[in-house]
């Protein structure tokens, strides 16, 4: 927390959090899949068969990744939207040295200012195109990588 009210790692903040929301997002996604997938055939599993034997629809991995990215990027917004404006600052500061002090000191003042000025709505500025970015960017990336790991496990079953 000291790191992000100086200023430090607000990408590591943005992204970071935004990564790890995504994947349990994406992940209880397809636990509740699989769930419903067991109980409408009558079936009982533990936890940990559940993962290895109910195999979740391609259409429900297009929709658990594109929700998961839809809703972290809309979670993270408030840290995104910081770490822009201290980007935004900085490269200021730096075109004209004379200029006047700082308006962030990082993140967490950042955050604070913005709250301040425009309240909730402040803060979730730009929320609609971020989760407009990361939707498809997601569902892409992780239909592929779902798909990908499929064929490559069928394929090591085969020989």
Known sequence: LLCLSLGYGATLASFG?????YFVFYEKMKHWTRQYIAGSHGEEYSARSLEATVDVPFPMVVF??????????????PVDMAKLRLQVQRGNLAENPGQAAPMYRGVVDC??????EGGLKGLFRGAGARVLHFTPAM???MTCYEACRSFLAESLNAR
């Open 111 to 116: 955050l604070r200012v913005t709250y301040r």
């Open 17 to 21: 959090s935004f990564s790890a929301l």
């Open 139 to 141: 569902t892409i990336t």
């Open 64 to 77: 658990a990744s594109a929700s998961a990215g839809a809703l972290a990027s809309w979670v993270t917004s």
